[in-house]
């Protein structure tokens, strides 16, 4: 029991890291409801402990029980934990403010703006920083970076291999061809790095190669729609990006955001190779 951590208060990402910790060790139905914990994490101060017991069908009894496991008191102690660090997660959030819609009369272009404003907000608000600090060390001490995805998840991964490798790394998709996602990973080595894209519907392929690569101790990294998504049980770090859209598929607003994100600072943290990189391109051509 960790009961001297009840009087410290957690950043959000703390709190996050904490649970998902927790769920290697949990029996499946409480695995279950740690992943309704992470997926809700933001609903769970104005919930009672009766509403997560309907919603996550579980009984009282497994909340209080994964409370206490978690290193709290019980839900009540849990509950006012999170409030407390969604609050200080708020306070230092900048947001992009909404359409103004009041003169505008409803249409698909501006409802779907919106809609990805709203995403690229909430992936501001749940993003690690830890985490996205965490992969940009990793790219940078890499030998070679390696993406992979599936569906609209492969177009994101060859976009950033493209990025990485505008700024000096490099950097290489996995192709759905000839060869399985796992039979590709055969060749990585200890230094290589694996960045994933999975996204709903969840490819079962890029989740084996992800747990392929995670038993081979290679590094691996998701990016995904929500700390419990399936391939980040099997990753050192996990950036969660909102990809919500008004068709059956993701938006990929907020993932172009972080792509950008991600090439833009590997840029600034690695100056010299950048400028070095460039001058060989442009006297090449």
């Known amino acids: 029991m960790q009961s001297k951590k009840n009087k410290k208060l957690f950043t959000y990402s703390e709190l996050r890291q904490i649970i998902h910790a927790t769920h290697k060790q949990l029996p499946s139905?409480?695995?279950?409801?740690?992943?309704?914990?992470?997926?809700?994490?933001?609903?769970?101060?104005?919930?009672?402990?009766?509403?997560?017991?309907?919603?996550?069908?579980s009984s009282v009894a497994s909340i209080v029980r994964l409370s206490k496991k978690i290193g709290f008191k019980g839900y009540a102690d849990l509950r006012e934990k999170i409030a407390e660090s969604l609050q200080d997660q708020i306070?230092?959030?900048?947001?992009?403010?909404?359409?103004?819609?009041?003169?505008?009369?409803?249409d698909t272009?501006?409802?779907?703006?919106?809609?990805?404003?709203?995403?690229?907000?909430?992936?501001?608000?749940?993003?690690?920083?830890?985490?996205?600090?965490?992969?940009?060390?990793?790219?940078?001490?890499?030998?070679?970076?390696?993406?992979?995805?599936?569906?609209?998840?492969?177009?994101?991964?060859?976009?950033?291999?493209?990025q990485l490798n505008q700024v000096a790394v490099n950097s290489a998709s996995f192709r759905r061809d000839?060869?399985?996602?796992?039979?590709?990973?055969?060749?990585?080595?200890?230094?290589?790095?694996?960045?994933?894209?999975?996204?709903?519907?969840?490819?079962?392929?890029?989740?084996?190669?992800a747990k392929f690569c995670h038993e081979k101790k290679i590094k691996v990294i998701s990016i995904t729609n929500k700390s419990s998504a399936p391939a980040s049980f099997y990753s050192s770090s996990t950036l969660v990006v909102?990809?919500?859209?008004?068709?059956?598929?993701?938006?990929?607003a907020a993932i172009s955001v972080l792509i950008n994100a991600i090439a833009t600072e590997v840029a600034v943290r690695n100056k010299s190779k950048v400028k070095s990189f460039y001058e060989q391109v442009e006297a090449n051509t």
């Open 91 to 106: 306070n230092n959030k900048e947001f992009f403010s909404l359409i103004d819609s009041s003169n505008i009369q409803d």
């Open 178 to 209: 000839s060869l399985l996602f796992y039979e590709q990973a055969m060749f990585l080595g200890e230094n290589d790095l694996l960045i994933i894209f999975s996204f709903p519907p969840y490819s079962q392929e890029t989740i084996d190669l």
């Open 29 to 57: 139905n409480q695995k279950k409801l740690a992943e309704y914990f992470l997926e809700y994490i933001n609903d769970i101060p104005f919930m009672s402990i009766q509403e997560v017991s309907a919603k996550s069908s």
């Open 242 to 252: 909102k990809s919500k859209n008004l068709l059956y598929t993701n938006s990929f």
């Open 109 to 162: 272009l501006k409802i779907v703006a919106e809609t990805d404003i709203r995403n690229i907000n909430e992936t501001l608000a749940v993003m690690n920083r830890e985490s996205f600090n965490d992969t940009l060390t990793s790219i940078l001490s890499a030998d070679r970076v390696f993406t992979a995805g599936l569906g609209i998840s492969f177009l994101l991964a060859e976009i950033l291999s493209y």
